[in-house]
């Protein structure tokens, strides 16, 4: 079973950046994508970004499209995501997923 390790997040205020990473343990890694969902309070867990592990290809929500960017590191086995320009609606646990785990989540509170 494929071990996903959160890390980055915190308190910032709105308009800052903020980076989060995600590394999957080796052993039950398909390297099919890795992305991110959040959930905020009283609100169900959303999408937000996501990689293509062997393409590349990136797809975003659209309340980030613009403002938050996806990137991997092939040889960690590892996904960022670039958060600039947050706003206070982007306040949220922030999970790491794979098509088959996911991370334990990461909260990211932004000030206004």
């Known amino acids: 079973q494929v071990q996903l390790v959160e890390s980055g997040g915190g308190l910032v205020q709105a308009g800052d950046s903020l980076t989060l990473s995600c590394a999957a343990s080796?052993?039950?890694?398909?390297?099919?994508?890795m992305a991110w969902f959040r959930q905020a309070p009283g609100k169900e867990r959303e999408f937000v970004a996501r990689?293509?592990?062997?393409?590349?290809?990136?797809t975003y929500a659209d309340s980030v499209k613009g403002r938050f960017t996806i990137s991997k590191d092939n040889a960690n086995n590892a996904a960022s995501l670039k958060m600039n320009s947050l706003k206070p609606e982007d306040t949220a646990v922030y999970y790491c997923?794979?098509?088959?785990?996911w991370g334990q989540g990461t909260q990211v509170t932004v000030s206004s």
């Open positions: 990689i293509n592990w062997n393409t590349d290809s990136t």
């Open positions: 080796e052993r039950g890694f398909s390297k099919y994508y």
């Open positions: 997923a794979t098509d088959n785990a």
